[in-house]
């Protein structure tokens, strides 16, 4: 039963033994919260875990792979991940917020003058005039940060990496956001420079290692998404993602749209179903053979694998599944379906408790 999910497979060069892999998640939880979180998904069975948010340089507010602390932190979580047989992967990502943009908002948010929903589109708002304005060589240090990161990321001790391509790789390849004159603006190929310089930069550094490419396609009619990839532009920016470096791809909704369209709800008007974003996926695989993970709504095993088996996706990511119950890889493999936990999509806890400064949790959680 299910024999696609439990079969192992090469992603990009990886072995991974089934074809479950836990999706970016953001707790917003105290480290022995987080650790133990992880450590019972990693036992549940999956793949690969895939570390969110992992930052391209120093931060004041994300753990750093470039201060002591930072490095100690993600090593011990490799530590953790790698006892249960499972790889890890790290999101490089770099936020395309204006720091500076942002204090003025501070006293209103202190307040409760300006609540978090309110933020939200006040700093959307901040992107377009700050990736436009981003000076060369500011951008040079960025891409650079990636190459950096990664050869850290690898000291301590990741598997493979991931390219954030939403937050500013994502901003940098739409004409939402991106609206420069110079050899990053205009055209679909100079967008797409940004994070073909990133991919590159790795890629240069660590010859052999797994890229993976976490690719953000926005839609028109109806429009959903706002940074990242239009899907008329996929044939332009794939291939040149490839040639740059990337090894596979994890295909979702753009983000800078709301929150709910990118995490979806059992209601949501448009992405509803199981596999809402996995119509992207086909989009993607006429441009390329490397392997394609899905995600977005996936919880259904005979759903699942039916996607897996007819070649569609390589791989399935699990977010609030594996959140819901992350033994759902072992369960499935056991042919025990009715122990399993379903994901009821409702984002109360997951979303909710991030949103609500409460860490990520879920309503099966006791307590
Ligand atoms: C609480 C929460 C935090 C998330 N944090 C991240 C993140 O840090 N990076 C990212 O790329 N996606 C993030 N996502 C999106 C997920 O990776 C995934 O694409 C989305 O939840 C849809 O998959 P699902 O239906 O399996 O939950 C997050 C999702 C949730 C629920
Ligand atoms: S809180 Fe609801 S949406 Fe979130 S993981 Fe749990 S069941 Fe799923």
């Known amino acids: 039963m299910y024999e696609t999910i439990n079969s192992s497979v090469n992603y990009g060069g990886l072995e991974l033994k089934n074809r479950i892999i836990f999706a970016p998640t953001t707790f917003g939880l105290s480290d022995e919260e987080y650790f133990e979180k992880i450590r019972r998904i990693a036992a549940g069975g999956c793949a690969m875990?895939?570390?969110?948010?992992?930052?391209?340089?120093?931060?004041?507010?994300?753990?750093?792979?470039?201060?002591?602390?930072?490095?100690?932190?993600?090593?011990?979580?490799?530590?953790?991940?790698?006892?249960?047989?499972?790889?890890?992967c790290a999101q490089l990502h770099q936020s395309d917020s204006n720091m500076l943009a942002m204090l003025k908002y501070v006293p209103g948010v202190l307040t409760k003058k300006i609540s978090m929903q309110e933020l939200r589109p006040l700093l959307n708002a901040e992107v377009a005039p700050y990736i436009s304005k981003l000076s060369v060589k500011k951008i040079k240090k960025i891409t650079d940060g990636f190459g950096k990161a990664a050869e850290l990321a690898v000291k301590a001790g990741f598997d493979m990496v991931q390219v954030h391509g939403d937050r500013m790789c994502g901003s940098f390849s739409s004409t939402v956001f991106n609206k420069r004159t110079d050899e990053y603006g205009g055209s679909a190929e100079n967008r797409a420079r940004f994070a073909v310089e990133a991919v590159k930069a790795i890629r240069s550094r660590l010859p052999e290692l797994p890229i993976d490419y976490k690719l953000a396609v926005r839609q028109e009619e109806p429009h959903y998404g706002n940074a990242g990839v239009l899907e008329s532009e996929l044939g332009v920016f794939v291939p040149m993602l490839v040639d740059a470096g990337v090894t596979s791809f994890h295909v979702a909704l753009?983000?800078?749209?709301?929150?709910?369209?990118?995490?979806?709800?059992?209601?949501?008007?448009?992405f509803k179903g199981q596999g809402c974003f996995l119509k992207y996926c086909d989009e993607v695989r006429q441009f390329t053979d490397k392997p394609i993970t899905g995600v977005g709504g996936l919880n259904d095993p005979?759903?699942?694998d039916d996607q897996l088996a007819s070649g569609r996706i390589t791989c399935a990511a699990m977010s609030r599944q594996l959140l819901a119950d992350p033994e759902w890889p072992n369960k499935v493999a056991a042919g025990q379906l009715k122990e399993i936990h379903r994901c009821v999509r409702c984002n109360r806890k997951c979303l909710g408790g991030l949103q609500q400064h409460q860490g990520t949790h879920c309503i099966y959680e006791k307590g």
Do not use: W
């Open 49 to 88: 875990v895939i570390i969110g948010d992992v930052p391209v340089g120093k931060s004041m507010i994300e753990k750093s792979l470039f201060d002591k602390k930072g490095f100690a932190y993600y090593q011990k979580l490799t530590e953790i991940v790698h006892s249960y047989d499972c790889r890890i």
């Open 254 to 270: 753009a983000n800078h749209s709301s929150l709910e369209d990118t995490i979806p709800p059992a209601n949501h008007p448009y």
């Open 302 to 304: 005979a759903f699942v």
